[in-house]
């Protein structure tokens, strides 16, 4: 395998873990709510990924438990930001504490150990015949697929193309109008966050079950925050979050590779580029292109509750 | 009978109201961590009563508290001081390790008196914390990028920073201690027992704070912004350079913290150092209220509940534990917050 297919093959995978959970986002952002408890859902789906393969040996259950895990805590946050509007911030930065606490005090037991199954590449024929992209494309693990193709095209066109990705976006923007249009601003929303919710910790899952795979204290390591910067970077749409992520699986490959042919540069500092990377992923745009400002602008309404009383 | 009852929200809860619902939001966390324990087979009333007598039993366990409160203190007031403005400072975590990195270049590299080098340590601290909240105070106040995200995003940079120095170039080459640097000559002296003058530093600076903020024309002006930046900046108020202003002195009292635990505590710099106390310089800070007075009895309480925490790794429960414990309290208290902003009427039939 040349260096550039083994690059981008790395990039896949590595930055799968990314698109999934910042598709996730989107969704809860696009409907008005920044949920910042992406870090501890991943902590939580990634110790039940491990947890449930250790039990039976079947990768998809644990990719399919951590996302019911994950829609369970995406529920409770629902509830909390959603119904009873508290603050979007701090519970979000609740959620996050508590889903690290929990999940490294569950995986204690599960420490340092491999997965006892994980995902296997699935060679597509015809379509991993074509140089460089396919290799590295298609000849990965089914979630590969679902993360980068099934996920953002099915996604964007709910969104972009139908009658009720219009509404889901109105709720996003304009919550009172959505409200006196008849859309049920309370139901989309509850219903949205605790999708992404669960897709945020499918993604803790894909980290433990198909990227590392083992579980160890730590072990997302910002990835989460990570992922809600993308978003911003990714102006809430679908396919360019699945395709930011790709870009920092990028970064993460080059780091990897620097350290497989011994770069004079401390494996330490290498695995600062994701989190530099990011922050220059969101400053830079808004500082050399003012345009991009509207083109790319979060919804109208994000992080402000509803009260249909107060209108 | 039950329709004639109406929930009414009012702008801004009542202070009495908001205190109750935070008292109510840490005691539920308590009892349903108990009832955890319970379930795992612990006796939770045993347990409280081995954490009440080994904080409180005796001196060394108050000293033990003494300890974590300092740190606790001063990432609380540094959240706060940011609050003030309306901003979140989330990489107190990040701005701690970087207070406690400068200190440690200046103890390791510049020769002269301990008592000169302690001062410059001390200014090297606050300056390290102030650096790091540098680029997300500009981007925010130039570019609006949410300083939430790019705060925090320096958190993992500078703990893989301290980790590098400490296990690499600085690393003690004498000792048998690997993975720290050598032991810095230059200490903040103890006061009683191994508790040292970082706490009534600690205190000191928040005093100082709260009053810069309640008495002077800046503090008024800082607050108007934070509440209204429309108003501030129609009213004439340098809305921007004030907004630098605070969250810089707001990396600096994280700064702060990282270099008196350094120069007062550990003596040497290692991977972890922070021991998650940036993070739970935010719980200190909401529940605090934005008050920065109320800063010292929130850390009080945090402290308590961490050195509880740290206790209890006898009989099984770690600082994960802990940290979980923390997020649920956090969360009861936002539910709680709002709920707080309701008043349940009757209306007359």
């Given amino acids: ?311 | 009978m039950f329709g004639n009852w109406r929930f009414q929200r009012l702008p801004s809860a009542h202070p009495g109201v908001a205190f109750a619902a935070r008292a109510a939001a840490v005691i539920a966390a308590l009892v349903f961590t108990g009832i955890i324990l319970a379930i795992a087979g612990a006796n939770p009333i045993e347990l409280a009563a081995e954490v009440i007598d080994s904080s409180f039993g005796s001196s060394f366990g108050l000293e033990d508290l003494a300890l974590l409160f300092i740190p606790l203190i001063l990432t609380g007031l540094a959240v706060t001081v940011a609050q003030q403005i309306g901003t979140w400072n989330i990489g107190a975590e990040g701005q701690f390790y970087l207070g406690a990195f400068s200190a440690t270049a200046v103890g390791l590299f510049v020769p002269g008196p301990p008592a000169l080098i302690l001062v410059l340590m001390f200014f090297a601290g606050i300056v390290g914390g102030m650096l790091w909240i540098l680029i997300p105070t500009l981007a925010r106040a130039y570019a609006n990028v949410n300083e939430l995200i790019t705060t925090l995003l320096l958190n993992f940079v500078a703990a893989l920073l301290v980790y590098y120095v400490s296990t690499g170039p600085w690393r003690d080459r004498v000792g048998l201690a690997n993975s720290a640097t050598p032991r810095l000559s230059a200490e903040v002296p103890e006061f009683w027992g191994i508790v040292h003058w970082g706490l009534p530093v600690a205190v000191l600076v928040v005093i100082a704070t709260a009053a810069v903020f309640t008495f002077s024309r800046w503090g008024y002006e800082v607050r108007l912004s934070g509440s209204n930046p429309s108003a501030a900046k129609y009213a004439g108020i340098p809305v921007r350079r004030h907004l630098i202003t605070v969250m810089l002195l707001s990396g600096g009292v994280a700064g702060l913290a990282g270099m008196l635990e350094i120069a007062g505590t550990v003596h040497r710099l290692q991977g972890g150092i922070s021991n998650n106390f940036g993070y739970l310089g935010i719980m200190v800070a909401v529940l605090a209220r934005g008050s920065s007075i109320g800063v010292i009895f929130s850390a009080a309480l945090m402290a308590f509940i961490l050195n509880s925490g740290i206790i209890l790794q006898t009989q099984g429960l770690t600082t994960s534990a802990v940290l979980a414990m923390t997020g649920l309290i956090l969360f009861l208290t936002a539910i709680g917050d709002e709920l707080s902003h309701y008043r349940i009427t009757r209306e007359k039939t």
Avoid: K
């Fill in chain 1, 1 to 311: 395998m040349d260096l550039l297919t083994g690059l981008l093959t790395t990039a896949f995978l590595a930055g799968g873990v990314l698109a999934l959970a910042a598709i996730g986002e989107v969704l809860a952002e696009r409907v008005g709510v920044v949920n910042l408890g992406v870090e501890g859902l991943m902590a939580m789906g990634a110790v039940t990924g491990i947890a449930t393969v250790a039990a039976t040996p079947v990768p998809i259950f644990g990719f399919l438990a951590a996302l019911v895990v994950g829609a369970v805590f995406g529920a409770i946050f629902a509830f909390a930001t959603v119904i009873v509007r508290a603050n979007q911030v701090l519970c979000g930065l609740a959620l996050t504490l508590m889903g690290a606490g929990l999940a490294s005090t569950i995986g204690r037991n599960y420490s340092g150990m491999p997965a006892r199954a994980s995902f296997e590449g699935v060679s597509i024929p015809l379509l991993n015949q074509i140089p460089i992209l396919g290799r590295a494309l298609f000849s990965q693990n089914i979630l590969v697929y679902l993360i980068y193709i099934i996920l953002p095209i099915g996604l964007s066109y709910l969104m972009f193309y139908t009658r009720h990705g219009l509404n889901l976006r109105a709720v996003g923007e304009n919550p009172a109008a959505a409200d006196a249009a008849g859309i049920r601003v309370t139901l989309i929303r509850f219903t949205y966050v605790t999708a992404g919710a669960a897709l945020a910790a499918g993604a803790g899952a894909y980290l433990t079950l198909a990227f590392v795979p083992s579980w160890s204290d730590g072990v997302v390591a910002g990835r989460g925050w990570i992922a809600v910067a993308l978003v911003i970077f990714a102006g809430y749409r679908p396919v360019a979050a699945a395709l930011s992520g790709l870009l920092f699986g990028l970064i993460t490959a080059l780091g990897f590779v620097g350290q497989a042919r011994g770069w004079p540069v401390a494996s330490a500092i290498l695995s600062m580029l994701p989190y530099l990377g990011t922050m220059a992923f969101i400053i830079v745009p808004v500082l050399a292109w003012q345009r991009m400002r509207r083109v790319l602008a979060a919804p109208a309404a994000l992080a402000v509750p509803y009260y249909r009383d107060m209108r």
